[in-house]
């Protein structure tokens, strides 16, 4: 039996929460017994999407990420209680439902905030990797069944490995990847300010000044323009548009998004 990886592709998840939903549905209002207790209907979610808003109005993009447990190699729940938590072949972690009764603690060991607590139950829980459709024939957990996007896919290290070559697990040991990190943009709208018009086609290129990656493209017919997934850094940015004036300017991608807002472009 293979290590088994969570590989989740950022641009590909487009926030629907099929995952989360299938996880609430395989596990609340039932217990999987050996696996997992019963999930509390509110307060946990073993798999969760997380979205992020980058930029500010009027430039704003979203991003979406599944969040679970990492399965991690060294899983500081199983170094304090070995009778209760257990690693199996496959890599996956089991918080054994019965023998970690009584052990609340273990809710707080994750450092990834990716355990709860049960309080009526006194049980941390998390994650189970749905272990229990596994051994039962399934290929998948109920998550990267439900997803229609490949935005979470599951399967043997080995399957993957030509696709996560040079990448590394998203936390040290974790058994979870993730593929396309949000970078930066650089975006803004340029416009005739005599007409008040925006200019639409115009050329944008910019530069970054620590790799010195040139980029271009053209405003669309709002005027708008960007630049995505771009590294961190500052950049210089060359304006033309037939019959105006060309300009250059700067901004800083370094700590946030680089919104250079509304370029106004002189005619000749």
């Known amino acids: 039996m293979g290590k088994k990886v969570f590989v989740v592709n950022i641009a590909r998840c487009n926030g629907c929460h099929n995952c989360q939903i299938a996880c609430k549905d395989e596990h609340c209002m039932t217990s999987w017994e050996g696996y997992a207790a019963e999930q509390p209907m509110t307060g946990q979610f073993w798999g969760r999407i997380e979205e992020t808003v980058h930029g500010s109005v009027p430039k704003v993009n979203l991003t979406y990420e599944f969040k679970l447990c990492h399965h991690c190699d060294e ?84 399957d993957f490995a030509e696709e996560l070559e040079g990448i590394e697990p998203a936390v040290p040991g974790g058994h979870v990847y993730v593929l396309n990190q949000p970078k930066r943009w650089v975006a803004g709208e340029v416009y005739d300010p005599e007409e008040d018009e925006v200019i ?53 991608a370094t700590d946030k998004d680089g919104h250079i807002g509304s370029v106004p472009l002189y005619r000749l």
């Open 200 to 252: 639409i086609g115009a050329k944008i290129t910019i530069q970054g000044q620590t790799d010195g990656v040139i980029l271009t493209t053209e405003s669309d017919d709002f005027g708008d323009f960007w630049f995505k997934q771009v590294e961190a850094q500052n950049y210089k940015i060359w304006f033309e548009a037939e019959g105006y004036m060309s300009r250059e300017l700067s901004i800083d």
């Open 75 to 158: 899983c500081p729940l199983e170094q304090m209680a070995p009778e209760a938590v257990y690693r199996r072949e496959d890599g996956l972690v089991i918080i054994d439902p019965i023998k970690a009764a009584g052990k609340p603690e273990l809710a707080n060991a994750c450092p990834y905030g990716m355990v709860y607590l049960n309080e009526p139950l006194g049980l941390a829980q998390k994650c189970t990797g749905c272990a229990h459709l596994l051994d039962d024939g399934w290929t998948a957990p109920r998550c990267v069944d439900a997803c229609p996007t490949e935005g979470v896919r599951f399967g043997d290290y080995e």
